[in-house]
Nanobody, 113 residues
Framework: QVQLVESGGGLVQPGGSLRLSCAAS????????MGWYRQAPGKERELVAT???????NYADSVKGRFTISRDNAKNTVYLQMNSLKTEDTAVYYC???????WGQGTQVTVSS
């Protein structure tokens, strides 16, 4: 059974940083591209960043240059380093295998002074 558990969210001031982690169960993690999504109140869920098996990355324009996605296949974990946070980054953040229909429970990120 595939399980994804996000952690690392919290309350941070504008300009601050957070590092999100997503731990995956099972033995398929290294075979799939992974993504971080977010959903703000009243808005649709959006794709923020992706990383392939070969470590190729891609970012939404809104986070490019501020967020960095990475993965550690030995730990079955994908990370999202978020710097220079803005109030508009406030959302629940989720990780997901890009091509599998499994979601974690999400982790809340609140950027506020």
């Amino acid at each position: 059974q595939v399980q994804l558990v996000e952690s690392g969210g919290g309350l941070v001031q504008p300009g601050g940083s957070l590092r999100l982690s997503c731990a995956a169960s099972g033995n398929v993690f290294s075979l799939y591209a992974m993504g971080w999504y977010r959903q703000a109140p009243g808005k649709e869920r959006e794709l923020v960043a992706t990383i392939t098996r070969t470590l190729s990355t891609n970012y939404a324009d809104s986070v490019k240059g501020r967020f960095t996605i990475s993965r550690d296949n030995a730990k079955n974990t994908v990370y999202l380093q978020m710097n220079s946070l803005k109030t508009e980054d406030t959302a629940v953040y989720y990780c997901k295998y890009l091509t599998l229909p499994f979601w974690g429970q999400g982790t809340q990120v609140t950027v506020s002074s």
